[in-house]
């Protein structure tokens, strides 16, 4: 597989779990990370087929625009990268899905590095309310285990990590009422790629929160 390319800002948000996914699954990668300096030339570029990144360009299939699209490419070129059979991948799309639920309503109700004036009660609301909520049906789907596949690192699981990630950095503890959660976040932080994609050894380099913690 030829070396592929990852363009992203130096935050952790949506680019986070792409980052992990090509990091994890052992993809020779590298990356340019933007400054908010640096996107305007870049948007102007026309590279970016939706006028937004995080962006993946590959020989062999272009340039691949949005998050989900970058991790299932991942899970189509890395043998099980998206389950080792047909019920695996459905938990894969399953939590792919979640992830995405999990980061729309954070980016909603929770004050950004661009947007620091959010309602307050909203936020308020969001972390008392909805997040002990899915997090539930999450522990729930667990069923006792800390993976939910056989690898346990699937691009579902990984691009669910990456929201739960994001979700500590804003609240800590958010996780503690929810044992088997918190077993699947700590096993996939403790990994060595994981390790060295927050820890700005990557090839993105160091990233900064994007979210306001509470």
Not at 81 to 98: C, H, K, P, R, Y
Not at 185 to 192: A, D, E, G
Request: glycine share 10%.
């Amino acid at each position: 597989m030829s070396p592929v390319h990852f363009t992203y800002f130096g935050v952790m948000a949506k680019g986070l779990g792409p980052a992990l996914t090509l990091e994890i699954h052992g993809l020779d990668w590298k990356a340019t990370t933007l400054g908010m300096e640096d996107w305007p030339p870049v948007k102007a570029s026309g590279k970016c087929p939706f006028g937004q990144v995080p962006i993946l360009e590959t020989e062999e299939y272009g340039v691949i625009a949005q998050s989900t699209a970058i991790m299932q490419y991942v899970g189509r070129v890395k043998e099980g990268a998206a389950g080792a059979n047909i019920a695996e991948g459905i938990i894969n799309d399953q939590l792919m899905g979640l992830a995405d639920d999990f980061f729309g309503g954070i980016h909603k109700a929770q004050p950004t590095m661009m947007i620091k004036d959010k309602p307050a009660d909203a936020t308020k609301a969001h972390w008392a309310e909805a997040v002990p909520k899915m997090l539930t049906y999450l522990e729930a789907f667990t069923k006792g285990k800390d993976a939910f596949t056989s690898s346990g690192i699937t691009v579902g699981e990984i691009s669910l990590w990456a929201v739960l990630h994001l979700m500590v950095l804003i609240e800590p503890p958010c996780l503690d009422a929810f044992p088997n959660t918190k077993a699947f976040y700590t096993r996939i932080l403790n990994l060595p790629a994981t390790q060295k994609v927050i820890n700005g050894e990557s090839p993105v380099g160091k990233l900064v929160p994007f979210f306001i913690p509470n």
